[in-house]
């Protein structure tokens, strides 16, 4: 059964553009948005699961990283529901051509779009890869959905209004981090071999336990109070933790830089994000951590 997309595009085409003006956003504009962008992830994790299941080929991109029949699917299927959705909005995805600077920074307010986050997790078979979808405004991202399509579960949230974790079989639940670490840290890391910089971060953490686990779902974790801190240093591009940042916020938690900045979008020539940490412990400075005293 494919998902049909609720008929929304009046109230966004309204609150977007008039006059050629793209108007301010309102909490109810979110609290509008979400459902009809959930039904999109639903609607991606649908194709996704197609062809996970029917068999794929692997082809690398000129930047030496794998992509699938799923990912362009997974992609083609967002954009046009996006582009239904709203209109004037600008789109940007890891699978297709970047938009240059030199047009993006006028963008005030754009999509921000891995249609298959977590492809080496894909072609593996381990069911930990995700659709991200996140609303950028003002360099800030206002509304994620991160939606894992073989396991089932979805979170979302957007600004002011929370975070919430869903599954396949129950009502969704608002999450919210851990923000007293207990003794021993639990950090989650991804499915390949630690960098050696982070063998030396987790070093001088001291007692810990790792949790290893695919794409958007370690800063997941972190949101719901599974995990206390995932750090990266390592390359991402801002497509990787937009809606997976509005998540760890909305839930108490904070996505920063090396420097406990937050993450900004769109403010660049080049779309790769800063090393970064996800910590639910906002009373920690957890750049403590990155040298030797």
């Known amino acids: 059964m494919v998902l049909k997309m609720p008929s929304y595009q009046l109230f966004i085409v309204n609150f977007s553009r008039e006059n050629g003006i793209v108007q301010p956003m309102t909490d109810d504009d979110l609290r509008q948005l979400l459902d009809p962008v959930i039904q999109v992830a639903y609607e991606a994790g649908k194709v996704i ?10 082809k690398d991109k000129p930047d030496h990283t794998p992509v699938t029949e799923a990912d362009k699917a997974a992609n083609d299927i967002i954009e046009t529901r996006l582009r239904e ?15 240059p600077f030199s047009i ?11 249609p298959l986050d977590g492809t080496r997790e894909f072609i593996k078979r381990n069911g930990e890869f995700t659709v991200n979808i996140a609303l950028i405004n003002n ?3 206002v509304l994620g959905v991160v939606y894992a399509p073989v396991i089932g579960v979805l979170y979302y949230a957007a ?3 929370g975070a919430y974790k869903k599954t396949s079989t129950n009502e969704p639940l608002e999450i919210r981090v851990r923000q007293n670490c207990p003794e021993k840290v639990i ?34 974790l972190v949101a719901e109070g599974k995990a206390d ?54 009373k920690v400075n957890w750049s403590d951590y990155l040298h030797d005293d």
Not at 49 to 58: A, L, N, P, R
Not at 231 to 250: H, I, N
């Open 159 to 161: 600004r002011y209004q």
């Open 85 to 99: 959705l709203t209109p004037h909005l600008p789109i940007l995805t890891e699978e297709t051509n970047p938009t």
């Open 49 to 58: 699961m197609e062809v996970y299941d029917q068999g794929f080929s692997v």
């Open 187 to 220: 950090v989650a890391c991804g499915r390949s071999h630690p960098s050696e910089e982070v063998q030396q971060f987790l070093k001088r953490l001291g007692k810990h336990e790792v949790i290893q686990v695919g794409s958007a779902l370690k800063s997941c």
């Open 104 to 114: 993006r920074k006028t963008w005030n307010r754009y999509w921000l779009i891995d």
């Open 229 to 282: 801190l995932y750090v990266r240093l390592g390359p991402t591009s801002e497509w990787d933790t937009a809606a997976a940042q509005c998540v760890v916020e909305e839930a108490g938690g904070i996505l920063v830089d090396t420097n406990m900045q937050p993450l900004r979008y769109n403010t660049k020539d080049d779309l790769l994000n800063p090393h970064f940490l996800v910590a639910g412990d906002r």
């Open 139 to 141: 360099e800030e991202s």
